[in-house]
């Protein structure tokens, strides 16, 4: 009856509204009465005048933003993920995702199509958003430094990268000599030039370079430490030396620009010693995300505001104090990690993209249409490998290093990504850097941070110094070895019980590996301690209840499954166990039309297609991820489909072919060490019918009686599957029973999907 009542209300107040609404307009028709009001006639139809409307919208500058920013993130998330496959920084794809959508490339080609989506009148606003997002991520980069870190090794890390700063500058300054009649702005200063080209060539990308120390697991080594410390203290002194040449361009002369320094140094004074207790305080009195009110949220935005509008006010542009307003916020890690977790989403995914095409816009690879400009963008790399590879490699060895890792710290302070796009646009919009040497450098950048990762590769195969990244207790001979993959702790618990389900009672002769593998961007070197803390706390807890002895195994990773399936091949294991991911592109149309299109725009997809190995209309039971671990994968592979599983108490295993009588094995394992009681349904007499198989459950039968069943029958009802604690079939099977829609999916249990060794 309420029902109905609530349909009778909503019926009689929304028509008897309406109707009111209705007589409102009538009554005030007959107010237009005495006024001149004309209705134009266009002498167009209704559609016509639609159309107009339509592609009016259509250019209305909010529109066209909001296309550059669509076009800008897809193009940038797929070029990165291509950079991503070949081992290198995404920071790469999203570079060459804006030189590709400039001028260099789609401009070049696709004129009328360029001029649409970029229109010069709309580049402002691009510009604007993208600045925006520049301060956002200067911000994040600052709270990212550990200052105690360099308080605690700030010596030999001030050697390193004082000379890793002033070798590159100066050879910076001396390449300007030989290029600057040549390629500097006719209005320009030599003075300004040198001082531009110098600070472009002793940049490092500090969030690059933490990332790739992350990635080869140098986090927790002693070299990570001092080449994190080296590049936090090269990211402080080249922004400072930044602030200083920015002001000598503007001033002009070293002694206008001196009452710039001075006003800056007063405001670096007074973030230091006014502002920095005022926050520390803030933070110390709230360390959670429940006692951050919108309030005390708003002071830290606004002390960024601030503080970038005053650094840009005095002189030395408002991306120093974006970066300074992050360095003095709280030392409390927990309160940093809240707020870059706030920041960097919306920073690094949505507006640095935005700079990244909007460096590619000013960036016109077709002006370099003369080989000798080529040879002068060869020289240009020349110097800056040779200023900060050699430079830093040399000082780390002098401090006491040894080749191997003075080489590898100057690899990775050859870094310069983002940090040295930065540097170039405002050197561009200053007026320092001309097109062609804008664009030269661009090609730098690019060089130099692609070039880090082979070089890390070279050092390592030179000095056969091979990186253990199996410890050495899981790669040990004649043990059962298990490799447990787990994203959700609490997934992995239920993993971790399954696998000692395997082998509970094989005492020292069995082996356990929890690991776990974040993706590189979800991560700083702020909170990697504490995220593997906390993803591995409810797993070791579990192993101790179980009397299961582990080994963690924690990576950043830049390609999960490929790492998960290497792991596994490379340590030999007899079993990988990993959870069943969701696929996003299941379970609406537009999902599933997502999902058909990223087949021909995924490269590896593309080429399985080609020649064979996948199908096109392909349609799985598993999610992208769990697909590449069965395909990579050499030993046998266990997803688990978990619904709260505690124990193998009761085991169910439908064997529907000749395939799936590998299963049998570990039908044996469970009884031999958890005393299972396992079921077989031999629907197709598979076992019946195969004297060998047959002898196979009759051992199994006489070394523990009663706890093995075969079964024949075509109809298992609901009550005998809801009783069991797990059921263990084959991927085919498994296959087959989705595609046939079969009523068992809803009342299984826990459900063991294995796959064979290749």
């Known amino acids: 009856m309420q029902k109905f009542k609530n349909s009778f209300f909503y019926v009689g107040v929304i028509g008897g509204f309406t109707a009111l609404m209705y007589w409102i307009v009538l009554l005030g028709a007959k107010l237009e009465q005495g006024r001149n009001i004309v209705i134009p006639d266009t002498g167009r139809t209704q559609w016509q005048e639609f159309l107009d409307s339509l592609i009016h919208n259509l250019e209305h500058p909010l529109a066209i933003l909001l296309a550059q920013i669509v076009t800008i993130i897809f193009v940038a998330r797929f070029f990165g993920w291509i950079c991503k496959k070949i081992g290198q920084p995404t920071v ?14 789609i401009g070049m080609y696709f004129p009328e199509f360029f001029a649409t989506l970029f229109p010069a009148a709309s580049l402002g606003n691009l510009q604007f958003l993208s600045q925006i997002g520049l301060i956002l991520f200067m911000f994040v980069i600052g709270m990212e430094l550990d200052l105690k870190v360099l308080k605690n090794k700030a010596h030999e890390a001030v050697v390193i990268s004082h000379a890793s700063i002033i070798i590159p500058f100066a050879l910076g300054m001396g390449l300007a000599y030989f290029i600057y009649q040549s390629f500097a702005p006719t209005s320009v200063q030599f003075t300004s030039f ?32 001092v080449v994190i410390t080296c590049a936090a203290a090269d990211d402080i002194t080249a922004w400072c030396l930044l602030a200083a040449v920015i002001a000598i361009v503007k001033a002009g002369s070293f002694v206008s620009a001196l009452y710039i320094i001075a006003l800056a140094a ?14 520390t305080r803030i933070g110390n009195l709230h360390q959670t995300k429940e006692s951050l009110s919108k309030p005390i949220v708003a002071i830290f935005f606004l002390t960024l505001i601030i503080s970038s509008y005053a650094t840009e006010v005095i002189g030395i542009h408002a991306l120093f104090g974006a970066f300074m307003a992050g360095a003095i916020m709280p030392e409390n890690i927990k309160f940093r990690n809240i707020f870059i977790e706030k920041v960097e989403d919306v920073a690094l995914v949505l507006l640095l993209p935005l700079f990244f095409v909007f460096t590619g816009l000013r960036t016109e690879i077709g002006l370099l249409n003369d080989p000798y400009l080529w040879k002068v963008t060869g020289l240009i790399i020349l110097v800056a490998v040779v200023g900060k590879f050699i430079g830093s ?23 310069r990504g983002l940090m040295e796009l930065v ?51 899981i790669s040990q001979i004649n043990k059962f070895k298990v490799l447990v993959s787990f994203g959700n702790p609490e997934r992995g618990k239920s993993l971790l019980r399954l696998a000692n389900s395997f082998i509970k009672k094989l005492n ?39 009397n299961q002895k582990i080994t963690t195994l924690f990576k950043a990773s830049n390609d999960i499954d490929s790492d998960i399936t290497e792991v596994a091949n ?90 799936d009588t590998f299963l049998i094995q570990f039908a044996q394992k469970l009884i031999n060490n958890s005393e299972s009681q396992i ?31 075969l079964l024949n029958e075509r109809i298992i009802d609901k009550e005998f599957l809801v009783s069991q604690h797990l059921m263990i079939v084959s991927i085919e099977s498994w296959k087959k029973l989705v595609d046939s829609k079969s009523l068992w999916l809803s009342d299984i249990p826990s459900t063991l999907i294995l796959k064979e060794s290749n």
Do not use: C
């Open 570 to 659: 490379k340590g030999d294991y007899d079993l990988l166990l990993v959870g069943l991911g969701q696929s996003i592109f299941e379970g609406s149309l537009l999902g599933k039309i997502l999902g058909f299109t990223t087949r021909f725009i995924n490269p590896e997809k593309l080429l399985n297609q080609v020649t064979g190995k996948e199908s096109l209309f392909e349609n799985s039971p598993f999610d992208e991820r769990t697909k590449n671990i069965i395909s990579k994968s050499k030993v046998p592979v266990g997803i688990l489909i978990d619904k709260d599983f505690s124990s193998a108490e009761t085991v169910f295993i439908p064997v529907f072919s000749e395939n």
């Open 92 to 105: 790469i794809g999203e570079i060459i995702a804006g030189i590709v959508l400039g001028p260099s490339l």
């Open 393 to 415: 490699a040399i000082a780390a060895k002098f401090v006491g290093q040894n080749w191997k890792d003075s080489l590898t710290i100057g690899a990775l302070m050859n870094t």
């Open 423 to 473: 540097v170039l646009n405002i050197g561009y919009d200053l007026g320092v850097l001309t097109p062609e040497i804008f664009a030269m450098m661009v090609i730098m950048a690019l060089v130099t941070t692609f070039m880090t990762g082979p070089a890390l590769d070279l050092i390592n195969w030179a000095f056969k110094s091979k990186q253990q990244e199996i410890p050495q207790e």
């Open 266 to 279: 007063v405001y670096v004074l007074l973030m230091i010693k006014v502002v920095r207790p005022f926050l």
């Open 508 to 546: 020292g002769n069995a082996a356990v590996t929890a690991m776990h593998l974040s993706p590189t961007n979800e991560l700083n070197h702020y909170n990697v301690a504490e995220y593997e803390k906390e993803s591995f706390t409810p797993i070791i807890e579990e192993s101790e209840n179980l």
């Open 194 to 225: 040198a001082l531009f080209l110098g600070i472009a060539m002793s940049i490092t990308a500090f969030p690059v370079l933490a990332r790739i120390v992350q990635e080869r697991g140098l986090h927790k080594t002693r070299l990570g430490t």
């Open 679 to 709: 079921t077989i349904l031999d629907v197709a007499g598979q076992i019946k019918n195969n004297p060998e198989l047959k002898e196979k459950v009759r051992a199994i039968e006489q070394k523990a009686p009663n706890h093995i069943n």
